[in-house]
């Protein structure tokens, strides 16, 4: 937004400038024009009237003498001529035979004021040429042409032009000024608001107004910015913390909840571990169930607080610049294969790894660890008796990939599309343990990294489950 406006602002000021500056440069170009015909015109008319006296008279000494002495103090020739187009005094090299001369000359003598045309330049060069006749308004006696050097004049506007551009800069730059505080003042409030929303997103404590900030008319804090702006900021804020309080409150709730239940949960299995042995054999498959089931209720309290906790994560690194995270995927891929390879065994699953090189990337190994952790459980669990279990990471573009490819059943791609939901397990995996968090809990982690989990099925027969984050910068970091 404040890109945006900046940007209207300095459109405005800029053609604003543009359509001041455009006609004063225009202005001052004609001016100067104008200064120089008004000038030439008054030296034509001088020598028109010399011209004219020396043809009552017969004498052309006055008008050849002043226009010899015209040429040296100003040099810029001129011709002077009779009625006939006979030249009186040539000077400076111009003749009246020459073309130009000669045209302007014959219009002189129709009593024809010829004046060059078009504004000068900072760029115009050469000679202009002026003409008119000599004598009364009804009767000619001859014609008068000039050549002026512009050079001067050109000089002139130049240095107009660059005092008016020099002030259009200036008055640039405090329009830029001007919009950069204005822009700045007016999406202060906007940038709290936005830092409000983000760390409630995240679920992190609201920020906190300082005590000795500077208060407005009615005691709350004052942050700059339009007073609509700072009203919404301020709401925001409250909201922001009410709602943030909730959710602290709940997540605490879920953690407190899954730490207190053990207690009881470990009474419970000391006091049915100490009926067993008071228990008639027909009472034993009704041991084995309860012992079952506090399993499964112990490993559900494990995978509730590892999404709480996933969940809370990904919060923070989305809108936090929390420490830079570096690991080497490949090696945390070895390590975990050495770690799940006896289990896969037992099993009666064939577990191979690929890991060639080192391969960074922008995560902790330990978060890592637990998503190849999942993929792998999942693989070796539904898989199925003599089903392999293919481990593999490569570095592909600016992603560190870690797949798990199995040849077993696989899911329907109704099901891939649901497979993340929380507790979903598919219909064919009824008699398999689990609790439905295992995925849900990876997608947390990796989307917290800005990364992403993917399923696919796998040729001919399968499931393909890939961990895609990004590599890590030399230096540490996503590239």
Request: a positive charge; glycine letters at 10%.
């Amino acid at each position: 937004m404040r890109t945006r406006v900046q940007t209207v602002l300095l459109v405005f000021g800029v053609l604003a400038v543009a359509a001041f500056a455009v006609p004063l440069l225009l202005f001052t170009a004609s001016d100067r024009t104008q200064q120089l015909v008004l000038a030439r015109s008054s030296d034509l008319d001088r020598f028109a009237s010399l011209m004219d006296r020396a043809a009552a008279t017969g004498d052309t000494s006055a008008v050849t003498a002043e226009a010899l002495r015209y040429t040296r103090l100003y040099g810029e020739p001129l011709v002077v001529t009779d009625t006939r187009g006979r030249p009186v005094v040539q000077t400076g090299g111009m003749r009246a035979a020459d073309p130009a001369v000669a045209r302007l000359t014959e219009a002189a003598l129709r009593n024809q004021t010829a004046h060059p045309g078009g504004a000068l330049r900072p760029w115009s060069r050469g000679p202009r040429l002026f003409a008119g006749p000599a004598g009364t308004g009804t009767q000619v006696s001859g014609a008068v042409v000039l050549r002026a050097d512009v050079t001067a004049a050109a000089s002139d506007v130049t240095r107009s032009w660059g005092a008016v551009l020099a002030g259009t800069a200036l008055v640039a730059v405090g329009c830029t000024v001007l919009a950069r505080a204005a822009t700045r003042w007016v999406v202060s409030p906007l940038r709290r608001l936005d830092r409000a929303v983000g760390e409630l997103t995240a679920g992190l404590p609201a920020e906190q107004t300082p005590p000795d900030a500077p208060r407005g008319p009615r005691g709350t804090a004052s942050v700059g910015g339009p007073p609509e702006l700072r009203q919404l900021a301020t709401g925001v804020d409250r909201m922001a913390r009410a709602v943030t309080a909730a959710l602290e409150q709940q997540r605490r709730l879920v953690a407190d909840t899954s730490h207190q239940m053990r207690n009881p949960m470990a009474a419970l299995r000391l006091r049915v571990d100490a009926l067993h042995t008071h228990l008639r054999p027909s009472g034993e498959r009704g041991y084995t169930g309860v012992n079952t089931e506090l399993d499964r209720l112990e490993t559900l309290l494990d995978d509730i607080l590892a999404l709480a906790t996933a969940e809370h994560r990904a919060g923070e690194l989305a809108v936090t610049d929390g420490p830079a995270a570096r690991c080497d995927a490949a090696e945390v891929t070895l390590t975990q294969y050495r770690l799940w390879e006896p289990v896969a065994r037992r099993a009666g699953v064939r577990l191979t790894a690929e890991a060639p090189g080192t391969v960074p990337a922008a995560c902790t190994d330990r978060e890592l660890a637990q998503v190849t952790d999942i993929l792998l459980d999942n693989a070796i669990k539904y898989a199925g008796d003599g089903a392999r279990v293919r481990l593999r990471c490569a570095a592909e573009g600016p992603y560190a990939h870690v797949t798990v490819t199995d040849d077993g059943p696989g899911l329907r791609a109704e099901e891939l599309a649901r497979a993340t939901t929380r507790f979903w397990r598919s219909a064919r995996q009824a008699g398999t343990s689990g609790t439905g968090l295992g995925l849900p809990i990876a997608e947390q982690l990796l989307t917290g990294r800005a990364g992403r989990l993917e399923l696919a099925p796998a040729r001919p027969r399968g499931l393909t489950a890939r961990a895609v984050v990004p590599r890590a910068r030399p230096g540490g970091g996503p590239r």
